[in-house]
């Protein structure tokens, strides 16, 4: 998904669901509608092909890869979301490379095999098994492809929540959790890099985020 500016905390009863359903139905839009930094700096390189996007959110990073020649099948768990994103596709002519999937991860992965999984802060305030359904989408890459993991390195200034309050796992701690066979998967990149961003009331700040590039071997 794409990093937002918005901060909302779940009601303590809330299913995943509810509360996805309950952020996007708050605004029109949530999202820039840019792709993510690191998606861009990582996947202006690679060769197109087959791309599944996890929490693909509105779109970005979707309509970024569909417009490369990427075919994309975009995975959210609210409808509302999907919706903008096929909305944001056909708006930009590239409605026939992406194919839209509302899925719980939890419960269900989604089908085939890929050359690039991108998973863009993929975390979520509800309760949320993400290193198994991360294992799974390692599993899903085709033999050289890659799994592209962004993760929130520190709280942004501009938070509403006290940063001592929450544990920023490292790219190692991410990559030691996911338990891969390194005869099968090799890491290419761990490592925390800043970026450049803009606050919801226009303040500049420099960012810090984890990266994790995996690559399938065999």
Known sequence: ???????????????????????????????????????????????????????????GDAVWLAERGWQVTAVDITEIALGRLRAAAAERGVGERIRTERRD??????????????AQFLQSPVEFPRAQVLRRAARALVPGGLLLIIDHGAMPPWSRHPENHVHFPSPNEVYEELGLDENVWRAEVLDTRERPAVGPDGESAVLLDNIIAIRRLG
Do not use: K
């Open 105 to 118: 991860l939890v419960a269900e992965f989604p089908d085939g095999a890929f050359d690039l999984v991108n």
């Open 1 to 59: 998904m794409t990093e937002t500016t918005h901060h909302h905390s779940p009601e303590p009863a809330a299913s995943a669901q509810e509360f996805w359903d309950g952020l996007y139905g708050e605004r029109e839009r949530i999202w820039s509608g840019n792709p993510n930094h690191w998606l861009v700096a990582f996947g202006a390189e690679l060769t197109p092909g087959r791309a599944l996007d996890l929490g693909c959110g509105e779109g």
